[in-house]
C-alpha cells in the first residue's frame, strides 16, 4: 500500500498599501485615512485636546512571527495654547516633517517644523516612541509613531 502526503503552502496575505520609511521595516496598512481621535488621544495624551485629526495605521515588517510593531502617522491640529506649551520644550530648532505614509502625505502643511529630542521624548513614554514636528503657522502636529 503506498500512501502519498502532500502539503499546501498557506497563502501569504498582501498588503493593501507599503511603503518604506527608513530601510529597515515596511509600513503596511489598510490605507484607511481615520479622524477619530479616541484611539490617538489614548496613545498620546498630548493630542487629546485637538480640534481635528487624521491618521493612519498598520503593522511594521512583512512576517506574522514573533511579536508585531504597529506605526501611526498623525496630522493633528492643536488650540494655540496647547502649540505653545508644545513649543515650550527645550532645544526647539528647524527640521523636517517625519515622513508619513503615502496616504497621509497631502495632509502635511508646507512648514517650516520645529522640533527636538526633547519634544519627541513628550510622545514617547510608556512603550511608545515617536518622531514629532510642529508647525506653529498653523498649529499643526505631525507625529509618526512605533509601538508594540
Known amino acids: 500500500m503506498t500512501i502519498g502526503v502532500t502539503a499546501c503552502a498557506p497563502a501569504i496575505p498582501q498588503p493593501t498599501e507599503t511603503t518604506v520609511t527608513d530601510g529597515s521595516a515596511e509600513k503596511q496598512g489598510d490605507g484607511v485615512l481615520r479622524t477619530d481621535l479616541a484611539p490617538i488621544a489614548k496613545r498620546y495624551p498630548q493630542l487629546s485636546a485637538a480640534e481635528s485629526v487624521e491618521w493612519m495605521s498598520g503593522t511594521t515588517g512583512s512576517s506574522d512571527i514573533g511579536p508585531t510593531t504597529y506605526w501611526v502617522d498623525v496630522v493633528a491640529t492643536l488650540p494655540e495654547s496647547e502649540i505653545e506649551a508644545l513649543r515650550s520644550a527645550a532645544g526647539l530648532e528647524q527640521i523636517d516633517a517625519p515622513a508619513l505614509v503615502p496616504g497621509m502625505a ?21 512603550g511608545y516612541s515617536a518622531s514629532v514636528a510642529i508647525d506653529a503657522a498653523t498649529r499643526t502636529v505631525v507625529l509618526t509613531g512605533l509601538f508594540e
Open 106 to 126: 497631502s495632509q502635511v502643511p508646507a512648514g517650516p517644523f520645529e522640533g527636538s529630542a526633547e519634544l519627541d521624548a513628550l510622545f514617547s513614554a510608556e
